[in-house]
């Protein structure tokens, strides 16, 4: 315990020390936005000199990684240069007040040099696009058109003026959709409505690279999937169990006559006897649905696949005869249960299917 609180007393002391003390640590960056924290808040002192000497030195150390990055011929190492870059010039410009006047120059040489180098970026990922493209017009390679779009997306992260590159970044995400056509039937003509309606929903999976249509007349699809339904199973079986009871009631007086002629009137009893059939009913369903399918292009890797969902609904009731005061109380007040309503219990079994559906395609 003792050792955690001196971690956390350590970090708290870290955090409010001074920019001087920082600076002293070589933690330039935390020197910096701590001493034009405190020059924002008017507080001056030695902060200025802290914060132009925590610059120079984030600039040393910037030239040298920059050098690294672009000497590597990576175009990610680029990037990391690039945006590097624009996070030392956003420095500068919140606290260029306060910053000498011999950064200026350094500050528009970086200025000049990001524009060179984003025109370089944005040429690097638009020819690694254009060539993905290239495979997609020669080949139809879907994939390859997926690829170029990432490409185009990178370069207009450096060139977000450019409408040529989202004209581009549309071709390609167009070019690598998969198009994917669900259809359902059902082997009872009943049900087709309820799963029409139910399925329907399928089309909300579009999105990205994937276009899902249900029942639609598409010319050209990647993937067609049918889910064939079969014939519902309804089940209705009934058991019953006897209960016998018997229970000594009090029926009314009758008079003792005691030995020396005294007469009483005293409670008489009676056994009384009835019985109770238990009666209960299963309704059980079952459903099954399979999916085929049918691979269009080299880009469905979708796969045949079975289903199925069951549902058991159960009553209870209770025939009454013989003598009702030998029977408990529960099993008089019970009312007559009735079975789930059939329609309700089968929109519940479509949906079912159609969320195993969901689960197993996307």
């Not at 802290?50 to 000497?71: T, W």
């Not at 040099?113 to 017009?137: H, P, R, W």
């Not at 005293?266 to 099954?288: A, P």
């Amino acid at each position: 315990m003792k050792k955690y609180l001196l971690i956390a007393l350590a970090g708290m002391l870290f955090a409010c020390a001074s920019p001087e003390k920082k600076f002293e640590k070589g933690n330039y960056q935390s020197a910096f936005n701590g001493a034009l924290k405190e020059l924002t808040k008017g507080k001056r002192g030695k902060n200025k000199d802290i914060l132009n000497r925590s610059f120079r030195e984030i600039l040393k150390q910037h030239n040298s990684q920059y050098a690294l990055d672009m000497r590597s011929g990576q175009v990610r190492d680029w990037a990391s240069a690039f945006n590097d870059r624009n996070n030392i010039i956003e420095d500068y410009i919140k606290a260029k007040r306060w910053l000498s006047d011999d950064f200026d120059r350094q500050i528009e040489i970086y200025e000049e040099e990001q524009i060179v180098l984003a025109q370089d970026i944005t040429g690097y990922y638009e020819d690694m696009a254009d060539n993905s493209m290239e495979l997609f017009f020669s080949r139809g390679d879907k994939i390859a058109a997926q690829e170029a779009f990432a490409h185009y997306q990178n370069a207009i992260q450096f060139d977000d003026d450019n409408d040529t590159l989202v004209v581009k970044l549309n071709q390609a995400l167009e070019a690598g959709t998969i198009h994917i056509l669900f259809e359902a039937d059902s082997w009872d003509f009943r049900y087709e409505y309820e799963i029409d309606r139910t399925f329907k929903d399928v089309e909300r999976k579009s999105g990205g690279f994937l276009q899902v249509y249900f029942e639609e007349n598409i010319p050209s699809v990647d993937c067609r999937i049918e889910i064939d339904f079969n014939s519902l199973d309804i089940d209705v079986g009934k058991s019953t169990e006897v209960k016998e009871f018997s229970k000594r009631i009090k029926d009314g007086t009758e008079t003792v006559i005691d030995t020396s002629g005294k007469r009483t009137e005293v409670d008489k009893y009676i056994t009384v006897t009835g019985s109770v059939v238990i009666v209960t009913e299963i309704k059980k369903y079952d459903w099954e649905a399979r999916s085929r399918v049918n691979q269009m292009s080299e880009f469905c890797d979708f796969r045949t696949r079975s289903f199925n969902t069951a549902f058991i609904d159960e009553i209870e009731y209770y025939d009454l005869s013989g003598d009702q005061r030998a029977i408990p109380f529960e099993y008089k007040t019970t009312s007559q249960e009735k079975f789930i309503d059939e329609d309700n219990v089968v929109g519940d079994l479509i949906d079912d299917i159609y969320h195993q559906v969901i689960r197993v395609y996307f």
